[in-house]
């Protein structure tokens, strides 16, 4: 499963890519983000419970950060694990263009695998859910920088 797509936020992109870089900020705004650890500032541990369709997991996972171009571009990688209800792991490529009146476009290409239980949902309800997780974190995540 492969999501695309691309999100203005009103603040600078220092703002951005300092904001998509705190375990606060990012608790905040996951779905479901029960705990966020950082444990450097290349790897975070996280417990997220979701509910895809009839399936509800507790989600355990790490998540590595690649900041080589940052912060015009960064890149992160991911595995969870749900118990009976499956496995996941993916990434996202995460783009910054600052905008001539000063905001950020963010665009981000994001891809996941996922296994078990959750597998047999179907893809449609997959890809719904996922395009709806990701609306409800850029929607939380551009309101806290507005709040700033």
Do not use: W
């Not at 009103?10 to 998509?20: D, H, I, M, N, Q």
């Not at 992160?76 to 996202?92: E, F, P, R, T, Y």
């Not at 476009?105 to 994001?110: E, F, I, Q, S, V």
């Amino acid at each position: 499963m492969e999501l695309t797509d691309e999100i203005l936020i009103e603040a600078p992109k220092t703002r951005v890519y300092e904001a998509l870089n705190d375990p606060e900020i990012l608790q905040q705004c996951i779905p479901g983000c029960e705990e966020l650890i950082k444990h450097s500032d290349t790897e975070l541990e996280a417990k997220v419970v979701l509910k895809v369709g009839p399936v509800k997991a507790k989600f355990a996972g790490n998540v590595t950060l690649d900041t080589v171009g940052a912060p015009d571009a960064f890149s992160l990688s991911g595995q969870g694990n749900g118990g009976v209800a499956g496995h996941a792991k993916g990434g996202a490529d995460v783009r910054l263009e600052e905008t001539e009146d000063g905001n950020t476009l963010l665009k981000y290409t994001a891809k996941a695998e996922i296994g078990g239980k959750l597998a047999s949902l179907g893809s449609r309800l997959i890809q719904s859910t996922a395009k709806k997780l990701a609306g409800k974190f850029f929607k939380k995540f551009s309101e806290v920088l507005a709040a700033e």
